[in-house]
């Protein structure tokens, strides 16, 4: 088996080559190729993957390269983790949204738009040379922003699932909580790419008993800290949602708390260049503590278990995934891309069933879908009217003096990234 990981020079693929040597069984790889133009912090990522290999036992080729064409060619599965512009780009993405008194953030509102609008053509691309080689080949996306991209990949026919690592890590923390087997968590999952809430949490699988209400009534405390968010919100829900929520329910105080710290790109930078310190001590052979600050918790094991599903190998029968609506939430075209538990096999996602949603949640849904819809319009062919729309679509920014001075800063802050602009 031989699989691509293209972003492979990421300080975050020491954890995913960790995922990969201690779940060998599920996934058994032959090769596994680490493609990115970064030559220098590719040798130093390189290297460290494959020391984590050899003191694992496992037996995998690990492969450098920073030519896709040759990186993907034959691969059973390509796995994108890509970021256009790097984090000086997030940093960007995360600061001059709050000159207009919005949110700053690399994956919603109008930094996550400008990250959609670098990222969307190079992910294309990409996906056109894995055809090329290897036209059988699955893509997995855990490129932000998730949803966004695997729609833009289905919808130019790719074979492609996106991930993200909200769901396991709600999964991982409610088995804590209950003392429970991780894999004894079923999540009632629903929503799209950072806009999701756990609508039930069962034991046992998708008909076990939801205990939900009994999690928040004696664990509500430390459910809401984790999302820091007050515990009345989630209370009077009745439902978790996910962090990424506090920049709906909570815009104005997130706006102002944001305009007071270090954004987090520049944190993440600061981590970065210790963590290539580290990865270049040829005596290190496993990932670093500090990496867990990095974020991107548990993603190893839910691409392990997604890939294993995809090639056949086994996996987890049902998985949370990015995937084609195909009439699962009916209130949005069928080619919309939900984040949803799903049965995973080797012909792809289907999601499960989803009873009919509270108002409340469908609404913001279907909001942010004709977001993302303009978004991709604005991605794959450019423009400034088209960059305005999304803009003024999004419900968080949804002002024409508010989409108007925003889409000039987006224009003027990504047009090394924009062929149109």
């Known amino acids: 088996m031989k699989l691509a990981v293209v972003g492979g020079g990421s300080t975050y693929t020491p954890e995913l080559m960790d995922g990969f040597a201690r779940l060998r069984d599920t996934l058994p790889i032959e090769e596994l190729v680490l493609v990115d133009p970064a030559a220098d912090r590719l040798e130093l990522v390189g290297g460290l993957a494959r020391r984590i290999f050899a003191k694992q036992g496992h037996p995998g080729r690990i492969v450098t390269t920073s030519d896709v064409d040759a990186g993907v060619a034959d691969a059973d599965a390509v796995l994108l983790q890509l970021r256009v512009g790097g984090q000086a780009a997030r940093n960007q993405d995360e600061t ?77 923390k409610f088995a804590k909580l209950l003392d429970v087997a991780p894999g004894e968590v079923h999540l009632d ?51 978790v949602p996910s962090y990424y929520l506090r920049y709906f329910y909570q815009h104005d105080a997130v706006v102002e708390e944001l305009k007071t710290k270090p954004s987090r790109a520049a944190e993440v930078a600061e981590m970065e260049k210790q963590l290539l310190e580290m990865y270049g001590d040829p005596t290190l052979d496993e990932k670093p503590a500090l990496l867990g600050k990095r974020g991107g918790a548990f993603y190893s094991e839910a691409a392990v278990d997604l890939a294993a599903s995809l090639l056949g190998n086994g996996g987890s029968p049902f998985q949370v995934v990015n995937t084609v609506n195909n009439g699962t939430l009916p209130f949005l075209p069928d080619d919309a891309v939900i984040e949803v538990q799903a049965s995973v096999d080797g012909s792809g996602a289907t999601p499960l069933a989803v009873p009919r949603l509270d108002p409340l949640y469908a609404g913001l849904i279907a909001n942010v879908t004709g977001y993302e819809d303009l978004a991709l319009q604005a991605a794959v062919h450019g423009g400034r ?16 003096a508010y989409a108007e001075q925003l889409t000039d800063r987006l224009i003027a802050h990504n047009r090394e990234h924009l062929a149109w602009a």
Do not use: S
């Not at 939900?212 to 509500?220: F, I, N």
């Open 189 to 239: 999952h629903v929503g799209l790419n950072h806009l999701t809430w756990e609508t039930g949490v069962r034991l046992g699988g998708p008909d076990g008993d939801d205990i939900l209400p009994k999690l928040l009534a004696e664990h509500g405390d430390t459910v809401a800290a984790d999302l820091r968010m007050p515990r009345e919100i989630v209370d009077r829900l009745g439902v």
């Open 96 to 172: 001059w949204p709050l000159e207009c008194g919005c949110v700053g953030q690399e994956t919603t509102g109008a930094g996550g738009l400008a990250k959609a609008l670098r990222t969307v053509p190079v992910v294309l691309d990409i996906a056109e040379r894995v055809r090329r080689t290897n036209p059988n080949a699955w893509i997995i996306d855990f490129t932000n922003p998730v949803g966004i991209v695997t729609r833009a990949l289905l919808q130019a026919g790719h074979k492609a699932v996106g991930l993200c690592n909200v769901a396991i890590g709600f999964q991982r």
């Open 385 to 400: 009217d088209r960059v305005f729309k999304a803009l003024l679509a999004h419900p968080l920014i949804g002002q024409y």
